[in-house]
């Protein structure tokens, strides 16, 4: 089975720099998909960004990318330019891409603080 | 797009007693999720439903869990004689697409504690 693992629980950052999420995973599959989600104190899961185990470029979606290393299993978020707004639980998770296994997998989360 | 509603968002009852949750997905979304997220711990996946068709269920769904969806639009899970283990947030999800597009959208779950 797959297992998702984020080794920090929380993190901390000044407003404007910039932070480092850490995430590794265990697959034997060669292809997958690959998510962080933000969970704000509404509770609400958020899609941040995804990256598909295929393509060898990383993912990006504004102020927030990522470090795939596939023969690693490792998949780090960087957020660039943190803001107030980006205060929350972020979860990776992981899906295989086996038809009908829709189910995501996710890791413990990371609880980042953005400090004024 | 009024985004995944899920009723109540707090319950609170006795141990023993049997709750349910309702959610309903973003229309036009024929996948629907159940997941249960407990203090400090990511969502776990209970179970999986394509319209009306339960199409996985997770070890985790004991005997004294059901979910249902029964026209293919919301959805309903009940748990029987519940437990103090039962304490937790259970999320619901909707997508609208066929992987590897699919994007899941989330509620804002029902939180539930078992006295």
């Known amino acids: 089975a797959q297992t998702v693992t984020q080794s920090q629980p929380e993190m901390s950052v000044q407003e404007a720099e910039t932070v480092t999420l850490s995430c590794t995973y265990d697959t034997s599959e060669s292809d997958y998909y690959l998510f962080w989600y933000k969970q704000p104190p509404s509770r609400q899961m958020i899609l941040v960004i995804r990256?598909?185990?295929?393509?060898?470029q990383n993912a990006t979606e504004n102020r927030f990318s990522v470090n795939f290393q596939k023969a690693a299993k490792s998949f780090s978020l960087k957020i660039s330019d943190s803001q107030l707004g980006d205060a929350a639980m972020y979860f990776c998770?992981?899906?295989?891409?086996?038809?009908?296994?829709?189910?995501?997998?996710f890791g413990q989360g990371t609880r980042l603080t953005i400090n004024p | 797009d009024t985004g995944v509603s899920q009723d109540p968002r707090h319950k609170i009852t006795k141990r023993g007693q049997n709750v349910t949750f309702r959610c309903d997905p973003i229309s036009e979304h024929n996948r629907l999720y159940w997941y249960r997220q407990t203090l400090g711990q990511g969502p776990e996946f209970l179970t999986y439903f394509q319209n009306e068709a339960q199409l996985e269920k997770s070890r985790l769904l004991s005997d004294r869990f059901s979910a249902e969806r029964p026209k293919g639009s919301f959805s309903t899970l009940e748990i029987q004689r519940t437990e103090q283990g039962d304490s937790a947030m259970y999320l619901c999800?909707?997508?609208?697409?066929?992987?590897?597009?699919?994007?899941?959208?989330f509620g804002s779950g029902t939180q539930l504690s078992v006295l």
């Open positions: 990256q598909e185990a295929y393509k060898q």
């Open positions: 998770a992981y899906r295989s891409p086996i038809q009908g296994a829709q189910k995501l997998v």
């Open positions: 999800a909707s997508s609208g697409r066929v992987a590897p597009n699919e994007k899941l959208f």
